[in-house]
């Protein structure tokens, strides 16, 4: 049984930071890339950023600058530094990975539970 366990959430005044974990767990043969998303009250959900196994990152514009994703392979973990946090950042934040079960599979996507960021003014 997989699983993507998040942590780091919480509230925040604006201009401060806090940083998000996601180690997925369970019987997992390859981790591909992993990633970032955020879902607003009445808005859908939206890519913040992802990185890929061998490093390589991206980021939605509205937090370039602001935000770092990294990875720790041996960990199977992901995280992000959230850095001038905005109001316009309250969101629940959802990890997601890819990846393989046994090395025959085709990489399948996982998601946390979420956890909640909110930023106050």
């Known amino acids: 049984q997989v699983q993507l366990v998040e942590s780091g959430g919480g509230l925040v005044q604006a201009g401060g930071s806090l940083r998000l974990s996601c180690a997925a767990s369970?019987?997992?043969?390859?981790?591909?890339?992993m990633g970032w998303y955020r879902q607003a009250p009445g808005k859908q959900r939206e890519l913040v950023a992802s990185?890929?196994?061998?490093?390589?990152?991206n980021y939605a514009d509205s937090v370039k600058g602001r935000f770092t994703i990294s990875r720790d392979n041996a960990k199977k973990t992901v995280y992000l530094q959230m850095n001038s946090l905005k109001p316009e950042d309250t969101a629940v934040y959802y990890c997601n990975a890819a990846l393989k079960i046994t090395w025959y599979d085709t990489y399948v996507g996982y998601w946390g539970q979420g956890t909640q960021v909110t930023v106050s003014s």
């Open positions: 369970g019987s997992i043969f390859r981790l591909g890339a």
């Open positions: 990185i890929t196994n061998i490093g390589s990152t």
